[in-house]
């Protein structure tokens, strides 16, 4: 294998080595061999192409031609020309694809599924890195740039996997990219010829001794750089890891939250709105886990995980707070008071064995919670955390806590709260548009406490303001992400809860956001599951005796608290919701039937609920089949790309003509008798027999004559044209030469029949001659660019190059 061809195989193998970041995911992994096997196929374009050779623009575009027809074939071959050419049905068929490709990565979590539109960006990504690799690394022969467009790679699989791409991936990309280094090294130490050793030897004589070169044992400049880069890589590799990290927050592994024993130490988390809508839109609703309960109605039984107190307006999530070891009874809830009743209930939950994460699922609020591992307890948002590394895959844990059942008079005469909660609850940053607060003084005017607010703005969301749940829509939590969806009322369960809390907020009641899940579904052993799509978001609201109390904004989704709705008790509503709102019976603890949806509607995938399908902006008439334009255009390319395989035959086929034919020729036997050895000379390299241009035109002949195995008549017309050429060459008065159309006619012939059948076909379909028109292409572009590199005139010396390499290439 020669020196640039193992350096575009190391550069293939480079770009595949760093694409395995990319594998964590997705899955299933077939993309990774579509993705291989494709670029198997421009990478040896690019090594054909070469050797031709091309210029080095027209190398990197043949490559990258050629994998646009790979990527047709594989993701648009129904829609595309002849099943290969993109043409403009093609081009639409993939703008989609990416469109939908782009929506799936932002819908699904990680491992995402394989979709066309997930595939096509992957493939794509690796062909088009592999196209800068092999361009940067071969084409050009500077390998070293050629880690950024890898480091590139790595790097967005590392920014989209949790917890970064693992050092295992590392290790496989930094080992792609020192094989790429050293063939490089190896293929430049080889341009300097056969390296010696410094020692000498066994006594031999100077130059008789063992030596190594580049194609032997490893010699000692290449033994060295290996050992160099594989002491960088083990740096790489060591270093890191020696050094103290962050922890990973919601969804990934974190810190420790603290030493063993007593004392405290502090948690952080990370915003979970990527990941809870990643599950809202998972294609299968995967359990994540289940629980058995001694409540007597689980529509209120909500699993709650973490809290987002802190609000700054770029997001919320949760503050930084002490932890403490689980205590065995946890503090009674902030704010309760014995006048609310509530019932203790008892409930045994148990995790998936892949569902990892630091928050413990649990009722709120929870009393007491009997649980192995290592725990830490977060008392303001009471809820429990991992330490050293310690999450919630496969646990088994029993909680008692506590159903609170305020009614609404309680909730309407609950006097303020303390002005540190107050204070601390009630933060808006300064960044919040004002029509947020705006618009909930609007909605809440004419309540007349706190309670009768926070119910007209739960009724607002979900009833009357003409909001619709859509998991589509991206999610966001900052300011302008909630005035936006004020103003496009469009959005799932995080822009709801997020808004209605922004919105109390601005109206003195103090409020934060939880995340968790809703109760689940029930299972006729008795059991209730709780998977992917019960993940939830909602607001609580801070009430002084009753405390934090759960609101329901977000439409069809979850249950709509009791304490919401009036108290027929005798005592005046504190709010007065239309007849039309109010629920005709009791709710129930079983799911709702499915609505029918009208003709603007789709019904959700995830709920029971219509969702509107939003109308697309800027649509146009359809059209009736291509423009006048587009059928030109395919008018013209598809002849072009049924000629272009035939172009070598066409072209051999139209030479020969021409040089047997004499034309442009007129009287000179110099120039007639040279076409007809030229002639004589491409033929026989088609047959196989490469042109020798160091023999005279006599011993050529011979050497064809040799090779060829002719017969006595074609090797006598070999010959009879050779020594025509050697009159006109080098007698004073060349005596012309009759019947060497005929003479090279008859060697054609003689190799066609001593040729095998699949030479014959080779000859015919792609001469090996026909290289000479890449050269002459390839010399042409060289010159064009350097005329247009250079406003000077060419000077006497470089005119006797350009002339002296056109006849370098002609003989």
Known sequence: MSGRARLALCAMVATLSAACALLPLVDPFTWMIQAAILLAIMTGVGTLTRRAPLARPLTIGAQALTGVLLLTLLCARDRAILGLLPGPDAITAFAQLVRDGVHDVGRYAIPAPVTPGIRLLLIAGVLLIGLVVDALAVTYRSAAPAGLPLLALYSVAAGLSQGGAGWLWFLIAASGYLLLLLAEGRDRLSQWGRVFGGTGGTGQGAGQGPVSGVDGPATAPVRTGRRIGALALGISLVVPAALPSLGGGLLGPAGSAGGPGGGG????????????????????????????????????????????????????????????????????????????ALDRINTSISTAEWYAQNWLPLPYPAAKVDISGRWRFEPEGRTLVGDRGQNTRGVQYQVESLQVRPTARQLSAAPSPPAGLVREYTKVPRSLPPVVGATARQVTRGAPTPYAKAVKLQEWFSLDGGFSYNTDVRAGSGSEAIARFLEQKEGFCVHFSFSMAAMARTLGIPARVAVGFTPGTKQPDGTTSVGLKDAHAWPELYFEGIGWTRFEPTPSRGSIPDYTYPDNSGAEDPVDPAPEQAPSDAPSAEPSAA?????????????????TTPAESGTRPPSHGPSVLAAIGIAIAAPLALLLPLAPLLWRVRRRSRRLAGDGFGGDIAARTLAAWRELLDTAWDFGILPEESLTPRRAATRIVRIGRLGPEAADAAQRVATAVEQVLYAPQPQPATGLVAAVAEVRAELQAQATRGMRLRALVAPRSAVRLLWAVSVRWTTLLARCASSRPVTTARRTAAALRPGRQRA
């Open 265 to 340: 130490g502090t948690i952080s988390a990370v915003n979970p709105l990527v990941s809870l809508q990643n599950s809202l839109n998972q294609p299968s609703d995967k359990e994540v886990l289940n629980y058995r309960t001694t409540a007597d109605n689980t529509r209120d039984l909500y699993l709650r995980i973490v809290a987002l107190d802190q609000f700054d307006g770029t997001a919320w999530k949760p503050s930084e707070r002490t932890v403490t070891d689980v205590p065995d009874e946890l503090p009674g809830p902030p704010g309760l008071s014995s006048q609310v």
């Open 595 to 611: 609505p029918s949806c009208g003709p603007d509607q789709e019904q959700d995938g995830v709920t029971t609920g219509c969702v």
